[in-house]
């Protein structure tokens, strides 16, 4: 069965963009996973199909109605698939949430624009709102794309089974070691000498040492994570 994005934005011309290339330009072409834009502004009010309005209580910025939404929403839910809005506000997506997406039938993306979206519609809809990290976008389209392409990637079919076991544990794991290939020298510098020794424990040793070393670097966060799995002594 064919995995279904439903994605509700006011930009429908930026979908699939990017995702109409490369791997998940393929698997869309071989039915793998389809999508669909679907304008917002069809659902709007009034002549000038309004679809936000000023926020109660005052303060800047523009709101997005909730009957709008809804009825936007109406359009697309089919009751199997989930609802996610993405905004800065939402949980954190992590690559556990992404593999039960790409798991299930598919999933419904609302993009919020202007200030917000209004509360109700979000909980009447049950919807989940999910960011892609600490840093504001100017509306949820991109966060969109993002995780679409985590999910698709992970689509049976799409990237053979050499991804699958390092997803598993990401979050739990370390950070990449870093790779080389030829030339052996390049610029005066040469490939740490252990990966062209041929041995391959030593190899082995030397890579997790350097992801650890990395992440211990870059991300305490997870390597306190991976420390506390009891994998190696710090
Ligand atoms: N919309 C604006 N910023 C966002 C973010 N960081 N994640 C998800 N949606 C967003």
Same mark, same amino acid.
């Given at each position: 069965?064919? !995995? ?12 699939? %963009? ?38 109660? %209580? %005052? ?16 359009? +697309? ?6 609802? +996610?809005? $993405? ?13 039960? $997406?790409?798991?299930?039938?598919? +999933?419904? $993306? ?23 990290? /600490? ?6 389209? #991109? ?42 020298? !390049?610029? /005066? ?24 070393? #990395? ?20």
């Amino acid at each position: 069965m064919t !995995w279904h994005a439903d994605i509700l934005t006011l930009f429908p011309a930026m979908f699939p %963009g990017p995702l109409g290339e490369s791997l998940a330009g393929k698997a869309l072409g071989a039915g793998i996973w389809s999508l669909k834009a679907t304008d917002i502004r069809e659902f709007g009010q009034g002549a000038h199909r309004a679809v936000d309005d000023t926020p109660f %209580g %005052g303060g800047a910025g523009m709101v997005m109605r909730a009957d709008v939404l809804d009825a936007a929403i109406g359009s +697309v839910a089919d009751g199997q698939r989930p609802l +996610v809005v $993405l905004t800065p506000r939402g949980v954190p997506l992590t690559q556990k949430r992404v593999q039960k $997406l790409a798991a299930g039938p598919g +999933v419904i $993306l609302l993009c919020g624009r202007f200030e917000g979206i209004d509360q109700r519609v979000i909980e009447a809809r049950n919807a989940e709102e999910i960011s892609i990290g /600490d840093y504001v976008l100017s509306g949820g389209e #991109i966060a969109a794309l993002a995780l679409l392409d985590a999910a698709i990637r992970l689509l049976p079919g799409v990237m053979g089974t050499a991804a699958s076991a390092d997803e598993e544990s990401f979050s739990t794991s370390l950070l990449e070691y870093p790779h080389y290939t030829r030339p052996a020298t !390049w610029q /005066d510098r040469a490939v740490p000498e252990t990966l062209t020794s041929g041995n391959h424990k030593a190899i082995a040793d030397w890579r997790r040492q350097a992801a650890a070393d #990395i992440t211990k670097i870059r991300r305490p966060d997870l390597y306190a994570q991976y420390i506390a799995s009891g994998a190696i002594a710090p």
